[in-house]
């Protein structure tokens, strides 16, 4: 990959990555026995866990396919092994909070495949805020142990729809099939410790860990949330 041709985005749209394209014949079979496709796939995560969550949706795709990957999506991981050797310079950044009493940025992140099937998309957006309050309930628990001055969280969502549906607490036709797990968001937020906020979709930067983007707007997503490009 030392002399290949950079790429702006982690991953093309053209590729067109499904299940229907792993090894049909036997030669691909064995060609892919050689590949190292498992070994890159869990270089890449392990970079993305710590330090580069403009590559979490790609790897999250790609990740996909590690149990019988075809050529095309090797094809898929050269792409962003390309990316990742073009945006060396690319990282974290943690500046001044406007109240010049701490420092922000992001320290936490994730793009997977929802492991249940929502009937639509008011409730993948109600699931996937449920997710976001998992995570904010460790980060709170965690800066309580640290003795940092603790406020009320606030989690944005796009969806007006699903925001409703989350600060209702009467059970609704649209919701009575969710699993009840999914719902303890609910009591958070009727409690106050945290606060559902609505977000334009254009300044939303979790699109970029959710799917493929242009690169003007795959870069504004990494300014939106302080990833410092070369």
Known sequence: MENSKLVSIPLAGHLGLSMTQFPQSEVERKEMNFVPYANVIGSLMYAMVCSRPNIAHSVSVLSRFMANPGIEHWNG??????????SLGVGLKFVSS??????????????????I??????????IAATGAMKEVLWLQGLVKELGVLNSVVEIFSDSQSAIQLLKNQVFHERTKHVDVRYHFIRENVSSGAVKLEKISTVDNPTDMATKVLPVSKFRYCLDLVQVMCN
Not at 77 to 86: E, F, I, M, T
Not at 117 to 126: G, K
Request: proline residues 3%; hydrophobic residues 35%; aromatic residues 10%.
């Open 77 to 86: 991981v050269k792409w962003l092994l390309r990316y990742v050797r073009g």
């Open 98 to 115: 406007k109240e010049g009493v701490g420092i922000t940025g992001p320290v936490s992140w994730k793009s997977q495949l929802q492991s």
């Open 117 to 126: 099937v929502a009937l639509s998309t008011t409730e993948a957006e109600y």
